[in-house]
């Protein structure tokens, strides 16, 4: 069964990091791109980020490219998103996504991110 | 960017009815267009892929259609668990983009 588990979220202030990390099981990790899919409080959904199965390929929404950098590590079969310079609108639940030939077919259960002073 | 633009944003209709969801791009996206249905508190889950690909373990209700700019997802008999809110989600070019939803209700 396929496993994604979100953790790192929380209160943060403006300006300041947080590292979102995603656990996977269920399936070879090293095979499938990964991504991360934001949802602000009561709104719709934005995709954030994607990268490719062995990490040589990413990509990223213009909102948050040079603050957000998505990574992984296929020994860990772990997915992070390091969020620097962090502003109010970027408070959302956070899902981590395996991705299937370019779009998200599994998705966890989120993480909540809130920024605020 | 590629809009998608979901009608209506909300929709109301009785168990068993039939229900056609809409979603029209900005631009062509040639059937990268898939569904997914979130229910309240929970993660989304795809239903459909690439237009008309039922995603596995997914009832048959569910159906999907469309070519160029303008797709449709259809349930063919509204059952009370498909309460749920409803993105469609263009993969075709980058950035990746979702509709804003449509909420389906039960009468």
């Known amino acids: 069964e396929v496993q994604l588990v979100e953790s790192g979220g929380g209160l943060v202030q403006p300006g300041r990091s947080m590292k979102l990390s995603c656990a996977a099981s269920g399936f070879t990790f090293s095979n499938y791109g990964m991504a991360w899919v934001r949802q602000a409080p009561t709104k719709g959904l934005e995709w954030v980020a994607t990268?490719?199965?062995?990490?040589?390929?990413?990509y990223y929404r213009d909102s948050v490219k040079g603050r957000f950098t998505i990574s992984r590590d296929n020994a860990k079969s772990t997915l992070y998103l390091q969020m620097n310079s962090l502003r109010s609108e970027d408070t959302a639940t956070y899902y981590c996504t395996r991705e299937r030939r370019g779009y998200p077919d599994y998705w966890g259960q989120g993480v909540m991110v809130t920024v605020s002073s | 960017d590629i809009q998608m633009t979901q009608s209506p944003s909300v929709l109301s209709a009785s168990v068993g009815d039939r229900v056609t969801l809409n979603c029209k791009a900005s631009?062509?996206?040639?059937?990268?267009l898939n569904w997914y249905q979130q229910k309240l508190g929970e993660a989304p889950k795809l239903l459909i892929y690439?237009?008309?690909n039922l995603q596995t373990g997914i009832p048959s209700r569910f159906s999907g259609s469309g070519s160029g700019t303008d797709y449709t997802l259809t349930i063919s008999s509204l059952q009370p668990e498909d309460v749920a809110t409803y993105f469609c989600f263009q993969h075709n070019s980058w950035p990746l983009t979702f509709g804003s939803g449509t909420k389906l209700e039960i009468k």
């Open positions: 631009q062509n996206i040639n059937k990268y």
């Open positions: 690439n237009t008309n």
């Open positions: 990268i490719s199965y062995d990490g040589s390929s990413t």
